[in-house]
């Protein structure tokens, strides 16, 4: 069974720090994706990878960046927190279908 | 670029309605279909999925979809809903080698 492991489900920060994200899956998937779920938009896609040191744009992408310099990892970055970056965020990876970690929710205050 | 509607933002039934949430999508072409469900405090998980063949699709804990091409459709059904069934549903679709693209989710509670 996939396992996909978001190292934190809930987070905390205050507005402007630099946040991270990890995802981590066992799989050996080539293509990893963060997505942002908030309540009446549905899931939209930030960034995704298909390869180690590879990235591109999703429907988001402002305000973000990732960091992929190992196959099994996908970060998630926050270079500036905002309130507007309060969210539930969701890691995957496969592709079709996608296997979804359980989420962080982040709260910036 | 793909998009996807879901007609109902939240819906609420008695236990052993019957259910349909309705799925359309943009793209014309050659499309994979997919119920993604997530139950209070869980991730999401696949319900069912479509990629050819026979349109009715049957997926885990009694649910089905239609795929109807020439309206663009992927209706989700069961004919006997449970409390536990208790959900956000999402409708989701690629083509080829694209992301996917979801919808905004349906919000169903089952009350018993």
């Known amino acids: 069974d996939v396992k996909v492991t978001q190292s934190s489900r809930y987070l905390v920060k205050r507005t402007g720090e630099k946040v991270f994200l990890e995802c981590v899956q066992d799989m050996d998937h080539e293509n990893m994706f963060w997505y942002r779920q908030d309540p009446g938009l549905g899931l939209r896609l930030i960034y995704f990878s298909y390869d180690v040191k590879m990235k591109e744009k999703g429907d988001i992408p402002e305000g973000y960046s990732v960091s992929r310099e190992k196959k099994e990892r996908f970060s998630l970055i926050l270079e500036s927190a905002s309130t507007n970056q309060t969210s539930m965020y969701l890691c995957?990876?496969?592709?079709?279908?996608?296997?979804f970690g359980n989420g962080t929710r982040l709260t910036v205050t | 670029a793909q998009s996807v509607s879901q007609h109902n933002h939240h819906v609420i039934l008695s236990e052993a309605a019957s259910l349909e949430l309705g799925c359309n999508y943009s793209?014309?072409?050659?499309?994979?279909l997919f119920w993604y469900v997530q139950y209070p405090g869980q991730h999401l998980q696949l319900l069912l999925k479509y990629f050819s063949g026979d349109p009715l699709v049957k997926g885990i804990k009694g649910f089905e979809a239609e795929f109807i091409k020439s309206k663009f459709s992927f209706n989700l059904r069961k004919p006997s809903v449970q409390w536990s069934d208790t959900a956000e549903y999402f409708c989701?679709?690629?083509?080829?080698?694209?992301?996917?693209?979801f919808g905004k989710g349906t919000m169903l509670l089952v009350s018993p």
């Open positions: 989701a679709v690629n083509s080829g080698y694209s992301t996917l693209t």
């Open positions: 995957a990876s496969s592709f079709s279908p996608l296997h």
């Open positions: 793209y014309g072409g050659t499309v994979n």
